[in-house]
């Protein structure tokens, strides 16, 4: 029986989940300031800081390391803005990168409260080189994207 598994079958639930997100939270935040100081040591799949930042995200649709490496990659190589369609977890590392190169990130999200939890990470880790962009997702009739509304 793992750690995890003890402690679920011992704690009430509501203690469990909230000892679990405590810790989640405890590990996305030094794995953050790891990432940081020094962005171009995680682009590679087996970072471990790369796996805690996705342990401690906490989000099952979360990006895979491998897209990961590949945000990292493209964030450090390109000259000028960026945009990126979706947040999350990629929006807070290339906002991070785009940081400290000076340059911008902007994010278009149509899910106000996913959209207001990235930014709230982005307000704490002082990461003010990104716009989060809360669009609805409107019908294009083929197709449907984003709101032009400014």
Avoid at 37 to 52: F, G, R
Wanted: hydrophobic content about 40%; glycine content about 6%; overall charge neutral.
């Amino acid at each position: 029986m793992t750690p995890q598994q003890f402690a679920k079958s011992i704690l009430p639930e509501a203690i469990y989940r909230s000892l679990s997100s405590t810790y989640r939270d405890f590990v996305f935040r030094r794995a953050m300031r790891k990432f940081i100081e020094d962005p171009e040591a995680c682009a590679h799949i087996d970072s471990p800081v790369l796996s805690e930042l996705i342990y401690g995200w906490g989000n099952e649709w979360s990006a895979m390391p491998e897209y990961l490496v590949a945000c990292i990659e493209h964030a450090m190589t390109t000259q000028g803005p960026i945009l990126e369609c979706g947040s999350g977890l990629s929006t807070i590392i290339i906002g991070a990168i785009s940081q400290k190169k000076g340059n911008k990130l902007w994010t278009l999200e149509h899910i106000p409260e996913w959209g207001n939890k990235v930014k709230k990470r982005l307000e704490e880790f002082k990461l003010n080189s990104v716009s989060v962009c809360i669009v609805p997702i409107k019908s294009y009739g083929e197709f449907s994207w984003y709101a032009s509304q400014f």
